[in-house]
């Protein structure tokens, strides 16, 4: 029986076994504890569960039957029957999923300008589900233990590897985690560093995620403005020069695009190991960098160890893997293993093995190649077409990342634009939120799973949206 609640049964009250059953019943699937096409016990063993003869328990099936609450479906069983929406109790607010404005559904196939996610149609799916299986057996297969709650060696030596080439990075397994993530990244340095009523610095403009989960964490977040050269450094001592943290995204800021500039790097570590502050690189992108080479990680240039360095596996394999991994200074990693262990473990050990002979083989490094020419091409489209659609009075930016920007004039209100359009198939997101101090309207459209056939229509669509909504 389901686990939402139980029968009760009465043997003293006057309403018989079978209609103790059937009300039982009808009310589970009234209030909506039993959703349509649930499928019911069989009605032998509801009898057997309740202590009462099969016949009691069928005379009550019958019953709901009539009343075309349940359907008999034969082999399929005995299930729910299909009905319209149930109304809600007075007060109660419908189901809905965390962070509406970003995540327009979980578990989806991806949509139109949706971000965040990587080509649905360019991904090696069946060299992936060979190195999948064959991980999940050798997994199997393993000792009954603890596995390292770092994350799985293998993988932590196939990631310091990859950074060395990719990312500039000089590190060991033992200073890498294997996280939840980025966002796991983040819980486990706010617990780990003792960051609960800390001030610390955020780009502004900047994902609101990560400072919605930064607040959620105790941080106190100051925005910090950014420009061409990334967050303003000489800005940020102004405003909070003892502040104990900095979020940047130094390789390609988001939302803007923007590399930060050597100078401005300087600066930023120069700040740190005066103020013994630290600084979370949040390297969301890896080297997916689409023109000319990604330029080092901002970890590459640290000599003081203040730097943290967050990457993600989301954009590059998959946000279903929710996998990710955090580089600390050597002095913090023997502090962080120990908060991994009670606090936050790596993920189960077969995804991790399977990405880490998917690196190991070669697979990884080919698959970003490939991955930078089709999104360029993707981005230059999207760009394109949106630039032939939209009115002289919107900006079309393609300047970094993997989305395009749209810059909307003052006053219009890009999160209706937004979520108007996800009964149209599509998701752009708003840009306003992004901003704390100067909001500033706009849509970022995903590239990566642009679809060259439908590009024109879905750009009309967006459009028209805009005209309607602005």
Not at 21 to 26: D, F, M, N, T, W
Not at 94 to 118: C, E, L, T
Request: net charge positive; glycine share 10%; with cysteine.
């Amino acid at each position: 029986m389901t686990p939402l609640f139980r029968i009760a049964i009465d043997r003293k009250a006057k309403a018989s076994l079978a209609s103790q059953i059937h009300a039982a019943l009808r009310d589970a699937i009234g209030d909506g504890r039993l959703a349509p096409q649930a499928r019911l016990p069989s009605w032998r063993d509801l009898a057997a569960q309740l202590g009462v003869a099969r016949g009691t328990v069928r005379a009550a099936y019958e019953r709901l039957i009539d009343e075309q609450l349940i359907v008999a479906m034969g082999a399929a069983g005995t299930r729910v029957a299909a009905r319209g929406p149930i109304p809600l109790p007075a007060g109660q607010t419908p189901d809905r999923g965390p962070m509406p404005d970003f995540y327009p559904g979980f578990g989806r196939q991806p949509v139109a300008f949706q971000m965040g996610v990587p080509a649905q149609d360019a991904f090696p799916m069946t060299l992936w589900s060979r190195i999948v299986a064959r991980a999940a057996r050798a997994t199997a297969a393993a000792p009954v233990a603890y596995p390292d709650p770092r994350g799985e060696p293998e993988l932590r030596r196939e990631i310091a590897g990859y950074l060395a080439i990719a990312r500039g990075i000089s590190c060991t397994a033992g200073q890498i985690l294997v996280t939840a993530g980025v966002a796991g990244a983040l819980g486990l340095v706010t617990q780990a560093l003792g960051l609960r009523g800390a001030r610390g610095w955020f780009e502004d403009p900047g994902f609101p995620l990560t400072r919605q989960a930064l607040q959620f964490a105790g941080v106190e977040t100051l925005p910090v403005p950014v420009d061409q050269a990334g967050i303003d450094v000489a800005e940020g001592i102004r405003r909070a020069p003892a502040a104990r943290l900095a979020v940047v995204t130094p390789g390609q800021q988001a939302p803007t695009g923007v590399t930060m500039s050597l100078a401005r790097r300087h600066a930023l570590l120069e700040w740190a190991g005066a103020a013994g502050a630290w600084i979370i690189e949040d390297d969301y992108l890896g080297e997916l960098q689409l023109k000319g080479r990604a330029a080092p990680a901002l970890a590459s240039l640290d000599r003081d160890g203040r730097v943290l360095h967050a990457g993600t596996f989301s954009k590059t394999i998959s946000p279903a893997l929710r996998l990710g991994f955090l580089v600390v200074p050597p002095q913090l990693a023997a502090l962080f293993a120990d908060v991994a262990a009670t606090l936050s473990p790596a993920p189960a050990p077969a995804v991790q093995r399977a990405v880490a002979d998917f690196i190991a083989e070669g697979h990884y490094l080919r698959h970003l190649r490939r991955m930078k020419r089709l999104y360029a091409t993707r981005r230059e489209a999207v760009a394109r077409a949106m630039a032939a659609a939209v009115p002289a009075t919107i900006g079309v930016q393609a300047g970094g990342g993997l989305a395009v920007r749209l810059t909307l004039p003052p006053g219009m209100h890009d999160r209706a634009i937004a979520t108007g359009a996800l009964p149209c198939g599509m998701a752009p997101v708003a840009l306003s939120p992004w901003h704390v101090e100067r909001p500033s309207p706009g849509l970022m459209l995903g590239i990566t799973n642009a679809d060259p056939d439908h590009l024109p229509a879905d750009c009309a669509r967006l459009v028209e949206l805009i005209r309607r909504y602005g």
